[in-house]
């Protein structure tokens, strides 16, 4: 622990060097790793940071990405369908609909609710099937309000163009292969440290006390 600590403390100076302002009571903490190695962390004493002691959390929200102790993105996929099943109801009782053209009504569920499938599904590569079947669910039934189908099936999103959600998230990637080795760049700051010869990651998620929550 001292390592991490001493490497908050560096970011800490380096924000006063800048005449940044690290707030200490925003900031979390959490602790990756497999769901068989956690149990031997301690995670009980916390972290100092900026002269604040911060305690360990089972997850931390990135840049509208949840990020759990044991990455398996299980929070994360709760909240995306809790957002998109709200805006696909909203899209089925629109008083508009019927008036609505079939580029028009694919265009609003593309913006409204595929770009919430899409975003930053390239971290979601190598997620469990359970996950992965819930998101296409969620396009299913997408793909059934655009088009007023009584049913969902391979056709609807064959007519649309949409690619199943595990073919989008391995074609991000292949697209753009350049996500892989720019993942952990992205991060503000990761430290391992060892542990009984087991590599760890702690994660620490900076605020500035003028950020407020946004949802992307």
Avoid at 6 to 12: F, I, K, L, R, T
Avoid at 30 to 55: C, D, E, I
Wanted: aromatic share 8%; proline share 3%; charged share 15%.
């Amino acid at each position: 622990m001292s390592d991490i600590e001493s490497c908050a403390s560096d970011v800490s100076r380096w924000f006063i060097e800048n005449e940044l302002l690290l707030n200490s009571t925003k900031t979390e903490a959490v602790v990756f790793g497999t769901s068989q190695r956690l149990p031997q962390v301690n995670k009980s004493q916390g972290v100092w940071v900026a002269g604040a002691h911060v305690q360990f959390t089972d997850a931390v929200k990135l840049l509208a990405v949840t990020l759990d102790s044991t990455l398996s993105f299980d929070k994360h996929i709760i909240d995306v369908t809790r957002s998109c099943h709200y805006h696909i109801r909203a899209m089925r009782h629109i008083s508009l609909r019927p008036l609505l053209t079939l580029d028009a009504a694919k265009a609003m569920a593309v913006s409204i609710v595929g770009c919430r499938l899409d975003y930053c599904n390239s971290v979601l590569y190598g997620m469990s099937q359970v996950n992965i079947d819930k998101l296409q669910r969620l396009q299913n039934n997408l793909a059934r309000v655009v088009v007023r189908a009584p049913c969902t099936s391979l056709n609807i999103r064959r007519d649309l163009h949409w690619l199943p959600v595990g073919h989008r998230i391995t074609y991000k990637l292949s697209h753009h292969p350049e996500n892989i080795s720019c993942l952990s760049a992205s991060l503000p700051v990761v430290t391992h440290f060892s542990l009984s010869s087991t590599q760890i990651l702690a994660f620490f998620q900076y605020k500035s006390p003028y950020q407020t929550s946004r949802y992307y």
